[in-house]
Every structure is written in C-alpha cells, then in structure tokens.
C-alpha cells in the first residue's frame, strides 16, 4: 500500500519538529486514503504548533480559475488560523508571512506537467525560506501520470516565467519532493530541506494504481484522464481554441466554430494519433472561450498510455490549425500568468521559434529531433535526485 509523505508524517512524526512552529502550504485535495485533509493531521499529531496556512493558484477550495484570477488571504474557518494566498499581491512569501513559522510544510498534488504553477510556488517558498532562515519539508505525493517518462523541449532562457522558471521539459517524470531536490540543489536555492518520503510509490505507476482518491487539485483537474492529456492540451490556453474550459471535458476537448471534422483529420501529421483515438465532437462552453457557441472539435481518448505522447499530440493539432484556419485563427495576447509583454503561447512552449516552426508547417516529429540531446541531458539530471 502507498502511503503518501503526510501520512508518513501522520504515522512517524520527526522528534526535530517537536516544539516548532509550523506552516503548511495545501489546498482542498490535500488529503489522506480516507480523505482527511492535511492540517487536520498536523493539528492531530502536533497539537498547538501549525501557526499559519498557505494555498497556492486557485485558492485553498480550489474554487478560482485560470490565469491571473487571485484569492485573497483570509482566514481559516476550520482552524482560526490565518490563510496566506500565494497567488493574488504575493506569490512569494514575504518576511511578515515567515514570522508565524520556524518550518514550512508543503502538501500539493502536482500534475507532472511543467507549466503547472504549484511546482513554481514551490520554488518561491524554497527562495522565501532561504533568504528568512526556515527550513521546508516537502510532504511528498505521487506524480500521477507517472515518473518514467518525459517529453518536450526545454524552456529557453528569454521565456522563463511563473509556468517555466526553470529549463526542464514539459513532461518531467518528477514527484514534488524531487523537483524541490532539483530546484533547490542544481539550479542553487540553497534553502534547507527535507523530504518526507513516500512508501510505495513506483515510477511506472499512474494515479490509478495507487489507490488514492482522485481530488481535483485545481478547478479543471476533475480526473486523471484529464491529467494525462494535460502536458499537450494546455497549450490551447495560448489560442483562439477552446480547450474545453466551461465543458465537463476541460483539456479532454477542443475544438472552435471554424473547424471542420473530416478536413482537419486529413490534415493531421499520422504520428501524433499514436495511443489515441481522436473522437469528433461539438460543444457550447458555458464559460471562458466561445462562451454560449458551438465548437467543432475533438475528444483525446487515450487507448495506450505507454505509446501516447500528449505534447507531441497537441503540438500536431496545433500546428495542423495554424495551417489550415490561418485567417481565422488568433494567438491569445497578454497578459498571461504575469507576463505582461510576451505572447501566452511562447510563455506556454518556452519557446517563440517552436511556436515560428509549427506555423511554418514543420513536422513535430522532425522538431522533436532538435530537442532530443537537451531532453536525454535532462533525463541524466533529474536522475540524481531520484527517491524512488
């Protein structure tokens, strides 16, 4: 059985933290097997020491959307305890927030996907710790589309930002405690830290095996298929196409009112159908893009998990839109997550003259050829800081 890093925590608490003031860094899906969530654990087996709280993108409840829409700090009705947002003025702590604490607990659900902005408040929190002398324990939990494998370019220096601070690759086969060891350790935060491991986790493993329950870490999370399309199907978030946002499929679906079903399957580049049936649709979106229309489109249905590339998938379809709907289609403008000058699409791919090859037509296979030394660096890399 797979226990995670809170219930390890739950069921061997360290004796260092005893008599410290702790933080805790969560949302609504930080829970146990039996959906007991996180703080309610900490209260239980350190009585008295959890100071403060911290949600990240899309607040404590998960009850936020997408892109730049902010919580507001508050406090927490379960505990009395204050509820710091890192994700509205700040989103790194500052040295007023650190004051409640000697250590910062984090216990996020992640996604494996590079732009998922969890994994960057991380980050944040490890500066925020450095720089105010705390210490941060990482709560691990399991990267739910797996540790195996990884896929995509990585992130150019020009277009680093709060969905890419640092070049790893869109897919990066990493559980939270890992990319910390990495973000802290290689790319040199410094910050003191301490990983609370899982029992049981293995890399081949996919959420489904792991025989937790599903909670949705973000509004437009509802599943793991929603997951496992996710590294290539959030690249519609830089584009006139709706990625199925106000559907009950978001990320699942895409489509808009100019495609056309049977034109744009003849187009497609064969390879990127690989492990997947793409099923025409139609949808009106209740929110977000094309609010109220109805949108031709697709459904990713994953048939082989192994085989299926999500990047290579969507870099396919995107590039066979850009081809085929040039005067229709239209790239989202800023701001985005912050970047105020930069299209959204580049901040997504980390990467202009990727988005430049795509519209002039180039093969994603052939483009993946130009990052394959760059992803088997990256692959020997995050090697060191495996725990599983």
């Known amino acids: 059985m797979i226990k995670t890093g809170i219930e390890q925590l ?3 608490p360290p004796a260092w933290l005893k008599g410290k003031r702790l933080g805790l860094l969560c949302n609504q899906a930080s829970t146990d097997h039996n959906f007991r969530h996180s703080r309610d654990i900490v209260n239980t087996v350190l009585p008295g020491q959890l100071t403060c709280i911290f949600s990240p993108q899309h607040g404590f409840f998960a009850d936020k959307q997408d892109n730049m829409i902010e919580s507001a700090h ?16 700040n989103r790194k702590p500052d040295g007023a927030m650190f004051d409640h604490l000697d250590v910062l607990l984090i216990d996020l659900q992640d996604v494996g996907t590079r732009v998922y902005t969890f994994i960057y408040t991380m980050a944040y929190c ?13 709560l691990d939990r399991p990267n739910p589309i797996g540790g195996d494998l990884i896929e995509g370019n990585l992130v150019e220096d020009d277009y680093r930002s ?3 601070l640092y070049p790893i690759p869109m897919r990066h086969g990493l559980t939270m405690g ?14 003191e830290l301490e990983i609370v491991a899982m029992t049981g986790w293995q890399r081949g493993m996919y959420f489904d095996d792991t025989g937790l329950p599903w909670l949705s870490p973000s509004p437009n999370m509802p599943t793991l298929e929603t997951a496992l399309v996710y590294p290539g199907q959030v690249i519609w978030e830089g584009a006139s196409v709706s990625e199925g946002r106000g559907t009950c499929l978001p990320f699942e679906v895409f489509g808009a009112p100019y495609l056309d079903h049977d034109r744009f399957l003849s187009a497609l580049e064969r390879s990127a159908q690989a492990g997947c049936v793409l ?3 139609a949808f009106e979106p209740t929110s977000n893009k094309y609010r109220g229309e109805l949108c031709n489109g697709f459904q990713l249905q994953v048939t082989d998990r192994q085989v299926f590339r999500p990047y290579r998938t969507s870099l396919a379809l995107l590039s066979t839109t850009l081809n085929l709907y040039a005067e229709q ?3 989202k403008e800023p701001p985005y997550e912050y970047e105020y000058e930069k299209l959204p699409l580049d901040m997504i791919l980390g990467s202009r003259t990727l988005r430049e090859a795509l519209a002039s037509g180039k093969s994603v296979v052939g483009l993946e050829d130009g990052w394959r030394d760059d992803l088997a660096g990256f692959d020997a890399l995050r090697r060191n800081f495996f725990l599983y």
Do not use: C
């Not at 509820?83 to 003025?89: N, R, T, V």
């Not at 910390?180 to 935060?189: E, M, Q």
């Open 10 to 12: 739950a069921s061997r």
């Open 74 to 89: 508050m406090e927490d009705r379960t505990t009395g305890l204050p509820l710091f947002s890192l994700y509205g003025q």
């Open 126 to 138: 490890l500066e925020a710790a450095a720089e105010f002398g705390k210490k941060v324990v990482i």
């Open 162 to 164: 709060f969905v890419g």
């Open 178 to 191: 890992e990319l910390a060891r990495l973000f802290n350790d290689h790319f040199g935060i410094n910050a």
């Open 279 to 281: 099923r025409p649709v």
């Open 329 to 331: 289609f239209a790239y």
